[in-house]
């Protein structure tokens, strides 16, 4: 009974067609239904109904299906055990980082570790929006905020402040903000996450905290849109520090209200479960944590 065999039967479980987990696993259907026959043999047990229309699993094959997962994924695990002892990275990894982050910092940083490791593939997806991780075939993702979903595995990467900034020609036109108040009156870029507008800044200092409610011209659900609107002097933006590194080094950005402070925030490295801990996934964490901590210097207030 070899694995070839038994993954092609959960495939075909899971599809609920052989000619779609052919496809998936690029053998042909004739083969596919080969294998599956060949299974059945050895098992002396019929896994599928086949009818012209349809092909339905037996009460055996659902009972069989538990444990050819199990079998399956413990043989996964002990090849991974494996590329741990030999400190092998290898295989696929399926990676989701927001918009902001995966273009303009993360990326490179990507670049380089697949330069350190021929042998690994990556599968990039790129947005702001939460993933799922089941629907969007995702391993592991880069995001702000921690995790609601206890059940997760989430690794803290770093914290960060967030700052109010804006072109030198946005400024020269429009002036400089000196109050949280002053916000009101120019326009602030606003960032919309799934079905939330975020057009409330708050910003506190010795004084107390400041709640604005801040309106513009522009709307975007992408968060390097925002950015960009920003450097090309389209209005204020409120954002990570992490995310304006470079924007601010260069002068691009002028950080305003810098007597004032807001909430900062975490980013996290997640997994849905504990058998995406893969060593690639801490490989990836731990390069994450040395850039961000690389970048440091850079991310204090001046």
């Known amino acids: 009974m070899n694995t ?3 993954s092609l039967f959960v495939r075909t479980a899971d599809t609920g067609s052989i000619t779609a987990s052919a ?6 259907p004739a083969a596919a239904s080969a294998a599956l026959k060949r299974l059945e043999k050895q098992l002396e047990t019929e896994l599928f109904i ?3 229309r349809q092909l339905r699993i037996t009460a055996e094959g659902e009972r069989f299906l538990l444990y050819c997962r199990r079998a399956l994924e413990a043989l996964d695990e002990g090849k991974t055990s494996l590329r741990v002892m030999r400190g092998e990275i290898s295989g696929r990894l399926r990676f989701s980082v927001s918009s ?3 273009r303009n910092l993360v990326l490179p940083w990507l670049d380089e570790m697949m330069e ?3 042998d690994l593939s990556l599968q990039l997806s790129v947005g702001d929006s939460l993933s799922d991780f089941y629907l969007d075939r995702v391993d592991i993702a880069l995001r702000y905020g921690e995790p609601e ?3 997760m595995v989430a690794f803290q990467i770093t914290t960060v402040d967030r700052v109010i900034c804006a072109s030198p020609d946005y400024l020269e036109k429009f002036g400089k903000p000196t109050h949280p108040n002053d916000l009101k009156h120019h326009n602030c870029l606003r960032y919309r996450l799934d ?3 975020y057009d409330e800044w708050e910003l506190n200092n010795s004084d107390g905290t400041y709640k604005v409610k801040v309106k513009s011209n522009r709307l975007c659900n992408d968060a390097d849109i925002v950015r960009r609107w920003a450097v090309a002097g389209k209005g204020i933006a409120f954002k990570s520090r992490l995310d304006m590194i470079a924007d601010l080094q260069s002068g691009r950005v002028v950080e305003l209200l810098t007597d004032y402070n807001s909430a900062p925030l975490t980013l996290w490295l997640v997994c849905p479960t504990r058998k995406q801990v893969t060593p690639t996934a801490l490989m990836l964490r731990d390069m994450l ?7 440091k210097d850079l991310m204090t207030p001046c």
Do not use: M
């Open 149 to 151: 979903d206890s059940s």
């Open 289 to 295: 944590r040395e850039k961000c901590a690389d970048l």
């Open 100 to 102: 902001d982050l995966g």
């Open 195 to 197: 079905n939330q507008v």
């Open 50 to 52: 086949r009818s012209t």
């Open 116 to 118: 350190d490791h021929p």
């Open 23 to 28: 496809r998936q696993l690029d053998i042909s």
């Open 4 to 6: 070839a065999d038994l």
